[in-house]
């Protein structure tokens, strides 16, 4: 069965901190891709991040980074000097291979403090 | 341009109504699809249209009707709804690159639907 953990329901910091949210994936498919979506407020999903499980190459974009192990299963996302406008519900995701399916987790809410 | 639009952007019916939303994306993408996100969830896969034929569709009540009328347009069609079905619903379009990958979907900012 394939899943999605993110066991970290809602997180608070204050401005300027780092914080990193976990996911947790399962799957017996060896080809698989992951995903990152932010949802603020307003409602829209904003594509973050791509990874198919052949890339295990940790991505650094501006203040974001992700690190993907397969070793434990996890495909962790740090946002580095947190601003308010980072609060959001961020959703990790997973998709087969062939599949227009996407298995979402249950979702983090992050809240920066000012 | 990874812009997905949809509209209106809330939306409030009766259990009697019809009404329609509708999404539009000019990507070039061939797979569109339709998401019901209740509070404090992720979204539901409701559709799925690949090169405008209906591909998924996720046991959705009849209540509910998509129509693709071309590549870049998705309507979801509402008829005598019930309280319970008051969401956030989200479309979504990616590239449908066919059997050898999986593209990335992009979705719009939602319709809003109340139904009292």
């Known amino acids: 069965a394939q899943k999605v953990t993110q066991a970290q329901t809602e997180i608070s910091v204050v401005e300027k901190e780092d914080v990193t949210l976990d996911c947790v994936y399962e799957t017996r498919d060896t080809t698989y891709y992951l995903f990152w979506y932010k949802q603020p407020p307003s409602g829209e999903l904003v594509f973050l991040i791509r990874r198919n499980s052949f890339d295990e190459q940790n991505e650094i974009s501006g203040r974001y980074s992700w690190n993907f192990q397969k070793s434990t299963s996890s495909f962790n996302f740090t946002i580095t000097a947190s601003q308010v406008v980072d609060s959001a519900v961020y959703f990790c995701a997973l998709t087969m291979n062939r599949d227009d399916k996407i298995i979402f987790g249950k979702g983090t809410r992050l809240h920066i403090l000012p | 341009d990874t812009e997905v639009t949809q509209t209106p952007k809330h939306l409030v019916m009766g259990m009697t109504n019809k009404k329609s939303l509708k999404c539009e994306q000019h990507?070039?993408?061939?797979?569109m699809y339709w998401y019901k996100q209740k509070a404090k969830k992720p979204p539901e896969l409701m559709f799925v249209y690949s090169y405008e034929k209906l591909s998924i569709n996720e046991s959705v009540p009849s209540r509910f009707s998509p129509e693709c009328p071309n590549s870049s347009l998705l309507n979801l069609h509402l008829h005598a709804l019930q309280p319970e079905d008051s969401a956030l619903y989200l479309c979504?379009?990616?590239?449908?690159?066919?059997?050898?990958?999986?593209?990335?979907?992009?979705f719009g900012p939602g319709t809003r639907l109340t139904v009292l």
């Open positions: 990507m070039g993408h061939r797979a």
């Open positions: 979504a379009s990616s590239q449908d690159a066919g059997s050898d990958a999986v593209d990335t979907q992009y």
